[in-house]
């Protein structure tokens, strides 16, 4: 694959795709929006090679984005971004002004889960399937049925303390 | 208030149907201005390398004549043609300066501006890579002239091999950076 070819997946990728990035994101860090952004792109980026079709490609970004996110908290988020694409899509940033202060709460919410947790909750709120989830994040489907209703029941839990904007 | 599960998936969803995301202009302008700068100079010393090294090899030319057999016509064809592309290399030198004056310094005249100068450096890059083939024969024919047609040839290829890969290396490198500046202010044209 040539690089051109490369980088017209990735802008079409990213064109399509890019919320998905956001919230992935946005679960994962609160203040290095930015940087997490880059790598989640970056690896993205390298994946492209490697993307051979047999899944959605929705499900192959939240695949790279979830593990990039999940090292990224695990490694102090100290990885290397000396290497950089020089793309618009880097300066994009969070649209403030369209938060819904409830989704503000959920993804504040969604944060205080464990590494592995926060991955499954956006792909239950993304409607993926159990056997989707398995796969992605390399737990059985049973443990991943566990841990959705336990998340369920922690979030309609902590609903009650929500009193603003319903 | 409680709000069961499929409320929350409700508030999730609705995210979908608003911009998520918008341009940080703030580091878009500093990107592009630092961008341009390091082209600006990049540009001047270029110029002023390709002007000093012609127009010193010219003079040196000249003055040493090389070969040393009574007069060799060849040699001073190749200097004034050096001397040619000093001046051709001057007045595109102003015309870029006097040009650049029209860009204003908001960020689409800064990436204007740098789109100008990266499609100048290809302009330049490609003017002085293909010079050297005409620079190269008449170099050729004055070692012919000279009896020493092979040893020149021989030296002739070898160096000119290397200042035609060596320029076209530039040439690349300057062509894919006018594509990304082109596809950044499609990008921009659209997004903002």
Same mark, same amino acid.
């Given at each position: ?21 956001? /919230? ?106 159990? /056997? ?14 566990? /841990?959705?209703?336990?998340? /369920? ?14 | ?15 979908? +149907? ?13 990107? &592009? ?19 000093? &090294? ?36 001057? &007045? ?34 490609? &003017? ?13 024919? +004055? ?50």
């Amino acid at each position: 694959m040539s690089e051109k070819e490369q980088r017209e997946i990735l802008e079409e990728w990213l064109k399509l795709h890019k919320g998905l990035l956001f /919230k992935v994101v946005r679960a994962y860090t609160m203040q290095d929006h930015d940087d997490l952004f880059q790598e989640i792109i970056l690896q993205v980026w390298h994946s492209i090679p490697r993307f051979r079709g047999e899944s959605a490609v929705t499900t192959w970004l939240y695949r790279i984005a979830l593990n990039t996110a999940i090292r990224w908290v695990k490694k102090g988020k100290k990885f290397s971004t000396a290497e950089s694409l020089d793309n618009v899509q880097h300066l994009l940033q969070e649209n403030r002004i369209a938060v819904d202060e409830r989704l503000t709460w959920l993804y504040a919410e969604i944060y205080k889960l464990d590494k592995i947790d926060r991955s499954v909750t956006l792909l239950l709120l993304e409607g993926f399937s159990y /056997k989707e989830m398995s796969a992605m994040l390399g737990i059985s489907e049973s443990n991943v049925g566990v /841990k959705i209703n336990r998340i /369920k029941k922690q979030l309609i839990a902590k609903s009650k303390n929500y009193d603003h904007g319903i | 208030m409680i709000m069961e599960f499929n409320e929350l998936k409700e508030v999730w969803d609705a995210q979908d +149907s608003k911009p998520l995301y918008q341009i940080d202009k703030n580091v878009l302008q500093v990107r &592009i201005a630092n961008k341009m700068d390091t082209l600006l100079h990049f540009t001047s010393i270029s110029e002023w390398t390709l002007i000093l &090294i012609n127009f010193i090899t010219a003079i040196v030319m000249i003055l040493l004549h090389p070969f040393r057999t009574g007069v060799n016509l060849f040699i001073y064809l190749e200097a004034v043609w050096m001397i040619g592309i000093v001046v051709y290399l001057v &007045i595109s030198c102003i015309q870029r300066i006097k040009a650049s004056r029209r860009f204003d310094r908001s960020v689409a005249g800064d990436l204007d501006h740098t789109l100008f100068l990266a499609r100048y450096q290809v302009r330049i890059a490609q &003017i002085i890579r293909w010079n050297f083939l005409p620079m190269g024969v008449i170099l050729i024919l +004055s070692g012919w002239e000279a009896g020493k047609l092979v040893s020149v040839s021989t030296v002739i290829l070898l160096s000119f091999s290397l200042a035609f890969y060596v320029t076209t290396k530039g040439y690349q490198v300057n062509r894919k950076r006018v594509a990304e500046l082109q596809a950044l202010k499609e990008k921009l044209e659209t997004e903002m």
